[in-house]
């Protein structure tokens, strides 16, 4: 606490820099949930308060959360060397966060569950839709922050490389939502998709899992590689290799984790049969947390 004193005495400029960051996310935080409204043409008022759709809330609050996790990857980068330039960057990547995210969550509605409407199955109250939904911004926020950190200035190789890291994200859980899928339904002979407009919530915490660990281990990724302008596609290319490396690393890891943790449950019944929410949660727990020390180590 003395040293950050002693610096913003000896820097005075720092607390104006602090200030115009925190204004402008707050800005930004704080529109998330109107924008979604407009853009869904859904009164959001009408769904938070009078009709109580948790599932609503649940999606608003993955959006929220989201939008802030994007926004500390610009905070925490380099101050520039004016307020303005401060003030224009903070906006230019907070808004390309929010728009990144957004079509994200297309992406995911679209190509890896497009076999509902989402945000019906959300309106409608369905729980588990609401949390995949959250899962998923949550995730692609996760990687649009490396990204953030990764990149340097403000320019337009800047954008391009945050871009091309979303799209490395988006193909990444896109794979693991088929791979996912595909061992759900080659196991119990029912759609996954079907299960979770049934409203299943504990494979959709379970998903949810998967995918936010999937995002990790994409950041992970991003240690091993120094931006350079001059080399983007190189970069992206390494960082896509990585990506895929670390999420089979991911895979293995987190499986082990789960038999030793879960030893002498039968996940699949529990989970998959009866709905077990609280094993679901344990396996989420272990994902985050086996994704979280990839992180630390490849950091």
């Known amino acids: 606490m003395n040293d950050l004193m002693t610096t913003i005495l000896n820097h005075s400029d720092i607390l104006g820099y602090l200030v115009i960051d925190m204004a402008v ?51 925490t980068g380099e101050a520039a060397g004016s307020y303005k330039i401060e003030l224009i960057g903070m906006f230019s990547y907070g808004i390309s966060a929010m728009i990144l995210i957004k079509a994200g969550r297309y992406i995911h509605d679209e190509l890896a569950l497009p076999q509902f ?89 379970r998903y949810s899992g998967y995918l936010i660990s999937t995002a990790m281990s994409v950041t992970a990724a991003s240690y091993f590689i120094i931006f350079n302008s001059f080399k983007l596609w190189h970069c992206i290319i390494l960082w896509t290799t990585m990506s895929l490396l670390l999420m089979l690393c991911l895979t293995l890891l987190t499986s082990l984790a789960k038999f030793i943790v879960l030893w002498g449950i039968n996940r699949k019944v529990e989970v998959e049969d009866q709905h077990n929410i609280g094993v679901a949660l344990i396996e989420f727990a272990i994902s985050f947390s086996i994704a979280l020390l990839l992180m630390a180590l490849m950091n």
Do not use: P
């Open 25 to 75: 996310s707050i800005v930004l935080i704080g529109g998330v949930r109107y924008t979604m409204g407009i853009m869904s043409n859904i009164n959001t008022n009408d769904e938070l308060a009078k009709k109580d759709n948790f599932a609503y809330g649940i999606s608003v609050a993955g959006a929220i959360c989201a939008m802030g996790i994007a926004l500390s990857g610009v905070i």
């Open 117 to 205: 409407k989402k945000l019906d199955q959300i309106i409608n109250r369905n729980m588990a839709v609401g949390v995949v939904d959250a899962a998923c911004v949550v995730s692609t926020a996760i990687v649009v922050r490396a990204a953030i950190m990764w990149v340097h200035g403000l320019t337009l190789d800047t954008f391009i490389a945050l871009f091309s890291a979303w799209i490395v994200s988006q193909f990444m859980l896109v794979l693991i939502t088929k791979i996912f899928a595909w061992k759900y339904n080659i196991n119990n002979g029912v759609n996954f998709q079907t299960v979770l407009e049934q409203g299943q919530l504990a494979l959709a915490i």
